[in-house]
């Protein structure tokens, strides 16, 4: 079985948008993989339709072995606004941010929507 990556992207960005969460941001690595770039395709397209701001975190994928993540992904939060919704390319990037959104920011999990792609037993 296949998947269009970037059919899925779009309209799970859809679903985000259509249950009021209008600023999401897109978490995914710099890899040049074609399932991770229509991935990115799909979230791009979805918030041009709607006219919102495409706020896109691209992670050396390297730095997400090394668990360097985190610090990107910290980093990166720190300097987005008003986020009421993650969206992730992978599953290890959403463990990341789940760990470090109850570390600092615990709170937020209830008020949030979350998008990941792949299947993994934790979620």
Known sequence: MTIDNEEATYN???????????????????????QMLDR????EKA???YKLKAQI?????NETRDGKSKE???????????LDALFFATNYLTQTEL????EKLAYLIQD???ITFDDHNLF
């Open 72 to 82: 990107f992904i910290s980093n990166f939060l720190k300097k987005s606004k008003n």
């Open 112 to 114: 949030i929507g979350i």
């Open 12 to 34: 799970a960005t859809n679903h985000l948008v259509k249950n009021h969460f209008k600023n999401s941001d897109y978490k995914t690595t710099d890899s040049g993989q074609m």
């Open 57 to 61: 975190l691209k992670i050396p994928f």
């Open 99 to 102: 760990e470090e959104l109850e």
């Open 47 to 49: 918030v041009l339709e």
């Open 40 to 43: 990115r395709h799909g979230y």
